[in-house]
């Protein structure tokens, strides 16, 4: 039997539809709709795409884009100072700053910097400690974009055998202790882990972040597994494909993410979660994804 496809764009429009609704819902005890600040800085081609693509979901649900693009000259004192004032306007609920930055810019002093209550991408050390704690506040956009798309699937978590594959800050640490707090058995991997293939086939369920094209491969599953590929590669003669070599591991699994049309699509959505979050809570309105 194939495996069910976890579908990211699905599930990405429905989330948006929920968080428009809470938008009209809201205006009229809130006086103003959400606001997101994107900053870039420098004219990286790719990071001109990506952020097109946030300002464009901003507009689909309603969401005021706040953002600013700033010369790739640009000091580190100016940037900080405009994090400071986007930090104190009421209108803002949710900053980020596209990476990477041009050189000369310290992106971990810049992430500082935001108002914790702020971070669209919950990648400030404070986001992270409260994830650590279990307390609520943003989450890494893209970790929480797979526990909804498990949680939708109706993946049974508790208990279960899960391996993280990769431990970076942005996908993997969170990933591993979002999945411990819904009482998975956590295992991660890492460049320096001795025999993947015998560590990932014991997962029940495996999430792949190690941004290596076609890492996993059928040796690697388990049969039955459900895998989340979180990886994103650019192929040579065009398309994208990701970490999970898709036509080998899909016959064995239970349910597998595609790339693209996985989690891509549920990391923007997330962002804009994290915003509309923040601003119901600023407003004393009601969680917009409380029963997804
Ligand atoms: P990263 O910072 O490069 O981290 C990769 C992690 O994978 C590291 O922890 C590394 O181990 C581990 N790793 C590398 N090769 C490995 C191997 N052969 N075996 C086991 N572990 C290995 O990357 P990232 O930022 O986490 O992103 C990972 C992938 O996800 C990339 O393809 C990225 O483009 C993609 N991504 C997608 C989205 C999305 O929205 N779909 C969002 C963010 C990232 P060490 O720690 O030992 O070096």
Redesign the pocket.
Known sequence: MAALRLDGRALAARYETLLAEAITAGLPRAGRPPGLAVLRVGDDPASAVYVANKEKACRRIGMASLGGHHPAATPQADLEAEIRRLNADGAVDGILVQLPLPGHLDSRALLMALDPDKDADGLHPLNLGRLVCGEPGPRS??PA?VMALLREAGVPLRGARAVV????????QPMALMLQQADATVTV?????RD?EALTREAEVLVV????PG?IGAAHVRPGAVVVD????RREGGGLC??VRFEEVEPLARAITP?PG???P???TMLLANTVRAWARRHALPDPLAQP
């Not at 594959?165 to 993997?172: A, F, P, T």
């Not at 972040?209 to 290596?212: H, Q, T």
């Open positions: 956009c893209t974009g594959v990769g431990r970076s800050v942005l996908v993997g991997a890492h460049s320096h882990s993947l972040a190690a941004g290596r890492l979180v990886g994103i590669h990701g970490d790339v996985g989690v891509g549920m990391t923007v």
